[in-house]
């Protein structure tokens, strides 16, 4: 019952900054805490942020600290992940993913019970 739309992936050249959307629907769920995966070609879904509901627990990966900012405006419906300084290890599928209830869901994929169907961000080399 709960829906995870993403948007803004696009090809951008190192350096550029770039902000995806997901946007959050349901009639099941009132609140769920939030979190951004990504996968590239060939690699295993990795964590990337998380954020709990109220936005008051976050984590990040330590390949995107201090260049990635997970965020969540609520009354829009909606959870950002603004990337900065892309490289070309940024190159992935980014996965919006919905545990489900307000409770900060850390970094485990298991942890989550609804995805998004992705958005593509292209940083070539």
């Known amino acids: 019952q709960v829906q995870l739309v993403e948007s803004g992936g696009d090809l951008v050249q190192a350096g550029d900054s770039l902000r995806l959307s997901c946007v959050v629907s349901g009639r099941t769920f009132r609140t769920t805490a939030m979190a951004w995966f990504r996968q590239a070609p060939g690699k295993e879904r990795e964590f990337v942020a998380a954020i709990s509901w109220s936005g008051d627990s976050t984590a990040y990966a330590d390949s995107v600290k201090g260049r990635f900012a997970i965020s969540r405006d609520n009354a829009e419906n909606t959870v950002y992940l603004q990337m900065n300084s892309l490289n070309a290890e940024d190159t992935a599928l980014y996965y919006c993913?919905?545990?489900?209830?307000?409770?900060?869901?850390?970094?485990?994929?298991?942890?989550?019970?609804?995805w998004g169907q992705g958005t593509q961000v292209t940083v070539p080399s």
């Open positions: 993913a919905g545990k489900g209830d307000a409770y900060f869901g850390g970094s485990k994929i298991a942890s989550y019970n609804y």
